[in-house]
C-alpha cells in the first residue's frame, strides 16, 4: 500500500511512522531536512538521517481564526523544539488556548491526517502535537 505525507515522514512496510530528522557526524547539529552540508561546521557528506523523538518544548504558538474551507476553526498552529534538537511546526491539538505557555512539554503523535486520501485512495499520514511528554 502507498502512504502519503509529507517528506519530512517515513513510513515503514508495516506502516509506522515518524519524523525524519538529519544530524552532522562531524559536529552533532541536527536539521529538519537533509543538507549537502552540515549548517554549523560546514562539513559536507556528514548529515546522517535518524528517527526524531517524540518529547519536546512549545516555542511559540499562533491561534489561527480564519482558515480554508472545511477546517475547522480556532486551531493552533505551533513550532516546536523537540529533545533532539529540531524544530518543526505542527498543530497542537487538545489544549485549551488560556493553558498554552512557552517551554510546556508537549509530545509528537503520527495520524491519518483525518482519513484524508491523495486522488489515487492512499491515505496521508500527518502529525500534530499534544500536552505532555512521550512517555506520559
Not at 28 to 39: F, L, Q
Not at 57 to 70: D, M
Not at 87 to 112: C, Q, W, Y
Amino acid at each position: 500500500m502507498q502512504i502519503s505525507g509529507r517528506s519530512n515522514i517515513a513510513v515503514a512496510e508495516n506502516g509506522d511512522a515518524w519524523v525524519r530528522a538529519f544530524r552532522c557526524s562531524a559536529c552533532g547539529t541536527a536539521a529538519e531536512v537533509p543538507t549537502i552540508a552540515c549548517r554549523k561546521c560546514h562539513a559536507r557528506g556528514t548529515m546522517e538521517e535518524f528517527r526524531a523523538g517524540e518529547s519536546g518544548k512549545l516555542v511559540t504558538w499562533s491561534i489561527v481564526h480564519r482558515s480554508f474551507p472545511g477546517i475547522e476553526v480556532p486551531f493552533v498552529s505551533a513550532i516546536v523544539r523537540l529533545d533532539d534538537g529540531i524544530s518543526i511546526k505542527g498543530n497542537l491539538k487538545g489544549v485549551a488556548h488560556e493553558d498554552l505557555r512557552a517551554d510546556m512539554p508537549v509530545r509528537l503523535v503520527m495520524n491519518d491526517a483525518g482519513g484524508a486520501k491523495d486522488k489515487d485512495g492512499n491515505p496521508y499520514v500527518a502529525y500534530h502535537f499534544t500536552a505532555g511528554t512521550a512517555d506520559a
